[in-house]
């Protein structure tokens, strides 16, 4: 059986009715190669992307992700994701931004169960990921002198997700994540520079899509994050509309 190649680039945009410095812009253009081998398929895709902050340069990244899929009968499958990726952090938008360079590396399994003849699904997975970014072990920080140590953690991530069959060619997706962050130093942004950070982030994203024709598709979506962290500063609550039209040619 012959392999299959794809190449595509992708845009998204993002707009801050109040915070129009934290609008984001990202270029990302991936590349894969996938094969079939009886019931499991097998793929491996590079991803590059090209992101700014507030319309200045904040990220470049190159990742590299095999993904494995099984099939387990007509409506279940399982996918195992591997990911390496290199992040090189850019200076126009925040100073010192490149502390943050680092390797991230990420383990995940997902579940999919399709029901009523395949128009809708549900998804349940997990995720391990970290990010090394160097510094050492220290045990103490300086308060608002930032390094390469703040910035390095192991996360888990459980994520969940609801496909409903289309009610009047509209599609329905619900999606929920909790995505936990322990952070392995003290960080420089807490009081004395003795806590180490932790993240409770909690996403929810609905959309609704449908498709124009043949080749065109509309989506409405709305995301919400929230954000829960022992060090004040980096606490937030986000919400984001978009509407994108997409075209497959």
């Not at 340069?57 to 409506?75: C, D, R």
Request: include cysteine.
């Amino acid at each position: 059986m012959q392999a299959t190649i794809g190449v595509s680039y992708g845009i998204y945009q993002s707009f801050h009715r109040i915070l129009s410095t934290f609008d984001v812009e990202d270029h990302t253009p991936p590349f894969f190669i996938q094969r079939q081998f009886g019931s499991v398929q097998a793929r491996f895709q590079y991803v590059f992307d090209y992101v700014k902050l507030g319309r200045s340069p904040y990220l470049i990244a190159h990742a590299f992700q095999p993904i494995f899929t099984f099939s387990e009968g007509n409506n279940k499958f399982t996918q195992f994701q591997f990911r390496y990726q290199n992040k090189d952090f850019q200076h126009g938008r925040f100073l010192f931004n490149s502390v943050r360079d680092g390797k991230n590396w990420l383990a995940g399994v997902t579940q999919y169960v399709f029901f009523a003849d395949n128009t809708g699904y549900l998804r349940v997975g997990y995720t391990y990921d970290t990010d090394r970014t160097g510094g050492g072990s220290p045990f103490t920080a300086t308060p608002g002198d930032q390094t390469n140590a703040d910035w390095a953690y192991k996360a888990h991530r459980l994520s969940a997700g609801l496909g409903l069959p289309p009610l009047l060619t509209v599609n329905l997706n619900l999606a929920f994540d909790y995505y936990r962050q322990e952070y392995d130093n003290p960080n420089s942004f807490s009081s004395a520079g003795t806590t180490r950070r932790k993240d409770n982030i909690f996403f929810f994203t609905g959309t609704l899509s449908r498709n124009i024709g043949d080749s065109l598709s509309l989506v409405l979506e709305y995301n919400c994050t929230r954000d829960q962290v022992n060090v004040s500063v980096f606490d937030y609550n986000r919400s984001v509309y978009s509407l994108t039209l997409s075209g497959r040619f």
